[in-house]
């Protein structure tokens, strides 16, 4: 079900005010000659941007920010945006001064002729434009209609939904901001930008890719970085630790137990890809159980053992949730992934949003998770895919983003601690089997305009900066082969998914000049053990091949019960 459905649904109110989408047109837009640039104070009401005369802006002010230590001068435009009474999207555009302001040095004033959209993170915006502003982008951020970063107000006391939070944070906000950000722009240079950017990571991420699939003609290029797609679906899972802790061992495992079963597990595996290096090069393929780990077994480490429930529990917590039939619900953390030491998931207290994510599927602000256990657990991730996924989970086709000639790149850490990497990699399968050939193994079509990047050990959002490559993709036509990660004195090429870095047996494994791109991570075992039950059918449904991006003939003899218990 594409979002675009979805929407006509629940019957709510998603798109934008149509004298956003279509400003207004200026006398000026009818000459050959370009319109000159306005200054900043009188940016608010020019009639040409979309602001003055909207019925759906409910305010608008424009102000010129002094510079400030690092920060430069710059025109900032603040937007109330609603359609209705109960939509409040507060919107954010900075802007480099333009020639009429005294700005210098770019392609009109100080601006390099691009504007970028900046994401949020977790349940909150952003309205920090600094960053793009001085780089000599347009920068803009939103709110996503609510200040602060609660999630719960998306329940009503009463236990229906509220759709209008839902929507403004899912989709609203960020699609208006794009818009206003463009119609700005054009209006305080005198010119459309030549080129527009999404940068993003974890809900900038998701929001990267909400912009890609339902508002795909506005946008140039999105780096989209570990994506919190899926939302209903991941964060349901959030909790699948949380549960097999309670109902193995009565509370959360130790962190000092949990970091021991990590470190061993890299142990373990950490020579598999040729390299000893303290990282698990592809965690999927590592099959170490955290039973070696018993206290007096013979493979116990002399501190911090663990005993045969919490051995279960952590190897449910790396093998992720299953339903009844041992049928795969999502995916878990991967082994190498810290678990519930600082800012991770499984420590002592639940992910608060996991916990808010239990009340959006059961629509009940007051719903108890520690009242469900392992084997009820499937009921409630049914619940929530029946009840508000279709709103949250970001999973639609990107084809006007590809007939539009758009350019997405996404990086994600292959041990993020808060947001499954196998959730995007299982995306990235069902888009190459879109836009590929027949048996397009090496992912071919995909990656013409749609590129993903595993970066080994990293964790959420720790990954390289990858706009730049972004940048040479859109304007350049160099797609990114590799981009080079550095840690300390390593430094390590990333590939494209599938391949991976190989090493080429002579040098410093410490110098990226020593690797190559090659491979293939789409290795049979892998792939099929990640075949997802059906979407909506989790408590009792069937594998779901399409839904997983697989064809069902490469799985056949597969033992999908093949998995550490």
């Known amino acids: 079900m594409t979002m675009r459905r979805c929407a006509s649904l629940f019957s709510i109110p998603v798109l934008l005010g149509s004298a956003l989408i279509a400003a207004p047109v200026s006398a000026h837009d009818k000459r050959s000659t370009p319109p000159p640039p306005v200054s900043c104070v009188e940016l608010a009401t020019d009639p040409a941007n979309g602001l003055a005369g909207n019925p759906d802006v409910k305010s608008a002010n424009s102000q010129i920010i002094a510079a400030s230590g690092a920060n430069l001068a ?9 359609t209705n009474p109960n939509q409040n999207i507060n919107i954010r555009v900075g802007l480099p001064l333009n020639s009429r302001d005294g700005g210098t040095g770019g392609v009109e004033g100080a601006w390099n002729g691009r504007t970028q959209g900046i994401g949020g993170g977790g349940c909150s915006g952003s309205l920090a434009v600094n960053g793009p502003v001085n780089t000599g982008y347009v920068g803009s951020g939103s709110d ?29 906000g960020m699609k208006a901001q794009v818009l206003f950000m463009k119609s700005v722009a054009k209006s305080y240079y005198g010119e459309k930008p030549a080129y527009n950017y999404w940068n993003g990571c974890s809900t900038g991420g998701r929001q990267g890719y909400v912009i890609a699939q339902e508002l795909g003609s506005e946008l140039d290029g999105i780096l989209a970085n570990a994506p919190a797609m899926y939302w209903t679906r991941f964060q349901t899972a959030q909790m699948w630790g949380q549960i097999a802790m309670k109902d193995l061992t009565g509370s959360p495992i130790d962190a000092n137990k949990t970091a021991q079963a990590t470190a061993s ?26 039973t070696a780990n018993i206290c007096g077994a013979p493979t116990a480490p002399a501190s911090n053992c663990l005993t045969p429930a919490e051995a279960q529990a952590v190897d449910l917590i790396w093998d992720g949730p299953r339903n ?41 602000r007051t719903f108890d998770w520690q009242t469900v256990s392992m084997g009820g657990y499937s009921q409630v ?41 196998r959730g995007v990699i299982n995306y990235y399968r069902v888009m190459a089997d879109r836009y590929g050939r027949d048996h397009d193994a090496d992912f071919d079509g995909v990656q ?9 050990g990293a964790g959420h959002c720790a990954v390289p900066n990858g706009f730049p490559a972004l940048v040479d993709w859109v304007e350049n036509g160099v797609a990114p082969k590799e981009i080079i990660q550095q840690s300390g004195t390593r430094t390590r090429p990333m590939c494209p998914y599938p391949q991976k870095a190989i090493y080429n047996g002579s040098g410093s494994t410490d110098d990226a000049a020593n690797f190559h791109c090659g491979g293939n991570l789409e290795k049979r075992e892998v792939v099929c053990a990640d075949v997802l039950v059906k979407y909506k059918h989790e408590v009792k449904g069937p594998l779901d091949f399409k839904g997983s991006g697989i064809e069902p003939d490469a799985c056949l003899g597969h033992r999908y019960d093949d998995h550490d218990r």
């Open 144 to 172: 996503a209609g609510h200040t602060g970063g609660d999630c719960e107000p998306g329940v009503n006391s009463d236990g229906t939904y509220n759709l209008q939070f839902i929507n403004d944070f899912i989709r609203n």
């Open 74 to 82: 710059y025109c900032q435009v603040n937007i109330l945006f609603g």
């Open 381 to 421: 991730a049914q619940d929530g895919s029946r009840n508000i996924a279709d709103v949250t989970d970001t999973f639609g086709n990107l084809d006007t983003f590809k007939r539009h000639g758009g350019k997405l790149l996404t990086l994600v850490g292959a041990n993020d601690q808060l947001i499954y990497p």
């Open 324 to 364: 009844a039939d041992g049928n795969r619900i999502w995916f878990g953390l991967d082994r190498g992934t810290n678990i519930g030491t600082g800012f991770a998931l499984n420590s002592a207290s639940p992910f608060p949003l996991g916990v808010t994510q239990f009340h959006w599927d059961e629509h009940d």
């Open 448 to 456: 013409r305009f749609y590129r993903l990047f595993r970066v080994p």
């Open 265 to 290: 597990a890299v142990a373990a595996c950490d020579a598999a890809d040729g390299v000893v290096d303290g990282i698990i090069d592809d965690p999927r393929t590592c099959k170490f159980s955290a």
